[in-house]
């Protein structure tokens, strides 16, 4: 698997059209089997993996007797309520006998905007994949509405593969990538196979092509890209209806690859490093010798709080004569960071009344 070499966490998204037949409404075992051995193959490589997957209101709505065609907002919760059960069954189902623990996930839009609902379900995924769990993600259509939709998987796969700084996103398509047009209306559409830099050109050429069964085009995969790159992320799309797409992509087959300048963590530091800071944490020497050697800063270190914050909160570390040491995300807000300065991490859940994080800023959410 040559094309696969770089890369040590990937997010797989599948699209409803893959996964369920689209004139029985059944699942397609066969096809996903043949993907949970991909599954298997990367995982024994040390390769993380993360599933981004469509199909719970394809499922349901066929259990239900729904009609085909666009259906009301209350049918769709409906069928993604009945759908997901028989998902993550499906799923557990390929990859349990492969030895793979599998954990579902289910997001809405605002778990993304809301800072907090960000860090929580990244600190989730993380701990999951720190596991040896391949997390099954969808979007929480049973309660999602129009308002707090991602409205494809495609943005949502994108989100996910930066909020867990994935740096591979692979997008299991009916098409073999992207195109100069719409290769099923302009014959003289040619095959881009590697894309540095999306241009204008490029997002106006992509319609909206796709089956009744997904919701997405190929300008959703194309706004998918330029969320992963900018966090960081490479990512593909490729041909999916084919048995063990991961085998395939890994031995070259046409497909287009989207290539970032920089790595998740680059990316990540770039982003916080860029953000103006909501407060000001003052720290001691001892926590000055501790982050210059790369560990968290901890309650302990803290002589002094400043500023009106929330948890997730950028924050500047400065030493107590105010010069400025670093930038990092807050993992309490104003108040309880107030409360625990100076003091051992273990009286934190004494002082706060739960048990806390560590760290008040972890290393991971923080630029020297």
């Known amino acids: 698997m040559a094309a696969l070499g770089p890369y040590k966490r990937i997010i797989i998204k599948i699209g409803s059209a893959l996964l369920v037949d689209a004139e029985t409404g059944e699942l397609r075992t066969d096809w996903l089997r043949g993907l949970a051995a991909d599954v298997a193959d990367?995982?024994?490589?040390?390769r993380d993996v993360l599933i981004v997957s469509s199909g719970s209101i394809a499922l349901g709505r066929r259990v239900l007797n729904l009609p085909d065609g666009v259906l009301s907002l209350e049918e769709s919760q409906a069928a993604a309520a009945v759908g997901q059960i028989r998902l993550a069954q499906a799923y557990e189902a390929a990859l349990g006998p492969l030895g793979i623990k599998t954990a579902q996930i289910l997001l809405t839009l605002e778990d993304s905007a809301d800072r907090r609902r960000y860090l929580n379900s990244r600190r989730t995924m993380a701990a999951l994949l720190g596991l040896d769990v391949v997390p099954i993600v969808n979007e929480n259509d049973t309660v999602a509405t129009d308002e707090i939709r991602f409205g494809d998987n495609d943005r949502l796969a994108a989100q996910v593969a930066a909020m867990v700084e994935g740096d591979l996103l692979i997008l299991l398509s009916d098409v073999d990538g992207l195109y100069t047009g719409n290769p099923r209306v302009d014959k003289n559409a040619k095959h881009i196979p590697l894309i540095e830099k999306i241009t204008p050109d490029m997002e106006d050429g992509a319609g909206d092509a796709g089956s009744a069964a997904s919701k997405g085009g190929m300008k959703t995969k194309v706004m998918a890209a330029k969320t992963a790159m900018s966090a960081g992320c490479a990512m593909v799309i490729m041909e999916g209806n084919v048995d063990r797409p991961l085998k395939v992509l890994g031995s070259g087959v046409k497909a287009s690859w989207f290539k970032s300048a920089n790595t998740p963590n680059a990316a990540r530091k770039i982003w916080i490093s860029g953000m103006k800071p909501k407060g000001f944490i003052t720290v001691d020497s001892g926590a000055i010798t501790a982050l210059?050697?790369?560990?968290?800063?901890?309650?302990?270190?803290?002589?002094?709080?400043?500023?009106?914050?929330?948890r997730g909160d950028v924050l500047c570390i400065?030493?107590?004569t105010g010069r400025e040491l670093a930038k990092g995300l807050a993992g309490y807000d104003a108040v309880e960071a107030a409360l625990i300065a100076g003091k051992k991490t273990t009286e934190i859940a004494d002082i706060l009344g739960y048990a806390g994080r560590g760290a008040l800023i972890h290393r991971d959410d923080m630029v020297l």
């Open 42 to 46: 990367q995982k024994t490589l040390g």
């Open 292 to 310: 210059r050697a790369g560990k968290s800063l901890l309650s302990v270190g803290v002589r002094g709080v400043d500023g009106i914050f929330d």
């Open 318 to 320: 400065q030493d107590e």
